[in-house]
């Protein structure tokens, strides 16, 4: 009888390693399917910086502090007006103005200012000037009397803005934590100037008055060439001052051919071509420079006092930022901010409406785009701010253009017997080469007359027409166009 032949065996003991082998693939391939990824983002990000990086060095701008620094020289004591301004300030506060000059991280603190109540522009129940109406006695008084208390200090500013050229000791190499306490002490003395204005058409001295005039335009000036978007941004108040300035002058004083062509020169004084690309430029420095802060310096970035972070607080910073840079998430910010950088001052350079428009639009979409994964901490912090800042520099350009076509009304009444020109086409062209254009509407610039005198005026950052509606004083509605009033 034939025996069954059974088939060999398998040996079992190869089967123990089938199972683990399948896990470690397993394993490895979930590895593989999360690494390629985080490299192929880590290298893109890194590609991305390096080319935006060097775009910025072909064109010649700066990248860094240091790099800023060198865009702002010293400048020989014999021509730095700015010397003359410190030894001014200097005689009423010593410590605080040598601590500036001697480059300290921190000043002592100055003592408040008093004033009269009833000084124009400074005091408590005079703050408030009236365009169109005669300065009360009472204010008038504290006004001449305040001008000769400080009659030497002024002299002393108009010597110095005599000057060609200002260089402040700012530690820009400090990026956000230099020091600029001159700003608030230029604007000060834009007041004092405008005080001496408010007397002069008073007196009915109208060349004493553009004088003060033109000595605010000088310091606006000054703060307006500044290498920092806060010192431009100081210019253009100090500008915007001296329009409410020459408001009232031309209100209150009817000018005579040639103080009209002073006041034309004044006001073609305070441009600032290129003005917010410029700033674009050193804010994106500034910008770059908080990547590579420490932990407590981020913390008081982003608003914790000095004194009050705690050792856990600093920790929990340090861990934060380190897996921010772990993980690649800081390089993506990086980018990011370079990238938005990069078309926002593209778009500066432009200076138009359509271009405006799309400035206020990049910015205003920076704080949903930086939350998206990976989120951009630093860029959520520091862009969102910057599309106020075009909104300002339009806003001034309007009033400025509004202020030379409103010259050019003038001009034509004195030559049309005080009869108002009926469009702004009757100007063009022996008062005007052109009608100027609304950088917000893209449209020619508005002209209405009113019961007594007129407006020139733009649209507004809300682009509507609001029929000439002057800003208010102090908040309330906000249906008004930027504008340019003489009522007389």
Partial sequence: MNRMVQPP????????????????????????????????????????????EAKIKENKEPL????????????????????????????????HWRAFRDGANSLPKRPEAGYDDDLPFFGANAR????NTALPP???????????????????????????????????????????????EMKKEIQNFQIEALVAIERGNADGAIDALQQSVALGRVAAKEPCLIGQLVGIWCYQVVLNGTERLLTRKALSTPQLQKVERLIDNMRIPGGFSHSLVT???????????????????????????????????QIGLGLLKVTGIKDADRRFLLETMESAISLAKRDNSAALNQTETLFQNVQAEASQFPPKVYSAMLLPSLGKGAVKFASFEARCRAARVA??????????????????????????????????????????????GFVVYSVGVDRVDDA???????????????????ER
């Avoid at 001449?144 to 803005?161: F, I, N, S, T």
């Avoid at 420095?285 to 004194?307: H, N, Q, R, T, Y």
Wanted: aromatic fraction near 8%; include cysteine; glycine fraction near 4%.
């Fill in 64 to 95: 860094t502090l240091a790099d800023l620094a060198a865009t702002y020289p010293p400048i020989p004591d014999e021509q730095n007006g700015a010397i003359l301004l410190l030894d001014i300030w200097e005689q009423e506060n010593p410590a």
């Fill in 138 to 184: 009472v204010n008038l008084t504290a006004a001449k009397v305040y001008l000769q208390q400080h009659r030497e200090h002024m002299d002393g500013v108009r010597r110095a803005l005599q000057r060609p050229n200002y260089r402040f000791p700012i530690q820009l190499t400090n990026g956000f934590a230099a020091l600029l306490p001159h700003l608030p």
């Fill in 407 to 452: 010259v050019a009304v003038e001009r034509y009444r004195l030559t049309h017997s005080q009869r108002f020109p009926a469009a702004l086409d009757e100007l063009v062209p022996q008062f005007l080469p052109g009608i100027p254009i609304d950088p917000f509407s893209g449209k020619p610039i508005r002209y209405k007359q009113l019961p007594t």
């Fill in 283 to 317: 804010e994106r420095v500034a910008s770059l420079s908080a990547f590579d802060l420490s932990p407590e310096a981020v913390a008081v970035l982003i608003g914790e006092p000095e004194e009050d972070t705690s050792e856990a607080s600093k920790r929990r910073y």
């Fill in 9 to 52: 065996r398998v040996p079992t003991r190869n089967r123990r390693w089938v199972m683990p082998r399948i896990i470690t693939c397993v394993v490895g391939l979930l590895i593989l399917m999360i690494l390629i990824p985080f490299i192929s983002f880590r290298a893109s990000n890194a590609s991305a910086i390096r080319r935006l």
């Fill in 128 to 131: 408030g000037v009236s365009r």
């Fill in 468 to 486: 000439g509606t002057e800003r208010p004083a102090r908040g309330g509605s906000k249906q008004f166009d930027d504008t340019f009033i003489v």
